[in-house]
């Protein structure tokens, strides 16, 4: 006899429309931005999508609110790129470097307070991920297990230190 299909594994229709819609708004970009250069960037917005739907309740609050928080400034700046720079290179730049805009930022701030040498490539780009992803998770722990004052605070504080990162990159991209 058949086993019936895991509920586990489902999705609802309002999972798959999130998923259709990032996707849309993904397409319609890839002209704009090019090609190749705009990949990375599906995968990272699908997969926080994805991870903001199957996450419940207070979690999921508190996920978006440091998503937002971490990332806001970066979709601010990259859609300023897109709309009001002339130079494609940059545009692609901007939506390429935000998924790990936030680690990259940071990194680069610590490489030169420090004096740490790193390599240009995969290390670099894996530790400015692995940096942001961070700053989401741990973001995302202290606005659900703190009071709502120190919530507040604590995610202004993001906002206002990733929109100065998110000013750096685009200096940086446009230099």
Same mark, same amino acid.
């Given at each position: $006899?058949?086993?019936?299909?895991?509920? #586990? =594994?489902?999705? @609802?229709? #309002?999972?798959?429309?999130?998923?259709?819609?990032?996707?849309?708004? $993904?397409?319609?970009? =890839?002209?704009?931005?090019?090609? @190749?250069?705009?990949?990375?960037?599906?995968?990272?917005?699908?997969?926080?999508?994805?991870?903001?739907?199957?996450? #419940?309740?207070? @979690? !999921?609050?508190?996920?978006?609110?440091?998503?937002?928080?971490?990332?806001?400034?970066?979709?601010? $700046?990259?859609?300023? $790129?897109?709309?009001?720079?002339?130079?494609?290179?940059? &545009?692609?730049?901007? =939506?390429?470097?935000?998924?790990?805009?936030?680690?990259?930022?940071?990194?680069?701030?610590?490489?030169?307070?420090?004096?740490?040498?790193?390599? =240009?490539?995969?290390? !670099?780009?894996?530790?400015?991920?692995?940096?942001?992803?961070?700053?989401?998770?741990?973001?995302?722990?202290?606005? &659900?297990?703190?009071?709502?004052?120190?919530?507040?605070?604590?995610?202004?504080?993001?906002?206002?230190?990733?929109?100065?990162?998110?000013?750096?990159?685009?200096?940086?991209? #446009?230099?």
């Amino acid at each position: $006899m058949d086993e019936p299909i895991s509920n #586990r =594994w489902q999705f @609802s229709l #309002r999972a798959l429309l999130v998923v259709v819609t990032v996707c849309a708004v $993904m397409a319609a970009a =890839w002209r704009v931005v090019g090609g @190749s250069e705009i990949l990375q960037t599906v995968v990272f917005v699908v997969a926080s999508a994805v991870l903001a739907i199957v996450l #419940r309740g207070s @979690s !999921r609050r508190a996920y978006l609110a440091a998503y937002g928080a971490v990332y806001g400034p970066f979709v601010v $700046m990259a859609v300023y $790129m897109t709309l009001y720079v002339e130079w494609l290179h940059c &545009k692609a730049a901007a =939506w390429t470097m935000f998924p790990y805009g936030p680690g990259f930022v940071t990194g680069e701030l610590a490489r030169s307070l420090w004096g740490i040498h790193l390599p =240009w490539g995969v290390l !670099r780009i894996a530790l400015a991920d692995l940096v942001s992803v961070a700053m989401v998770a741990g973001l995302t722990w202290f606005a &659900k297990s703190l009071g709502r004052w120190w919530r507040i605070a604590g995610l202004a504080v993001v906002v206002a230190y990733c929109s100065f990162c998110a000013f750096g990159l685009m200096a940086l991209i #446009r230099a």
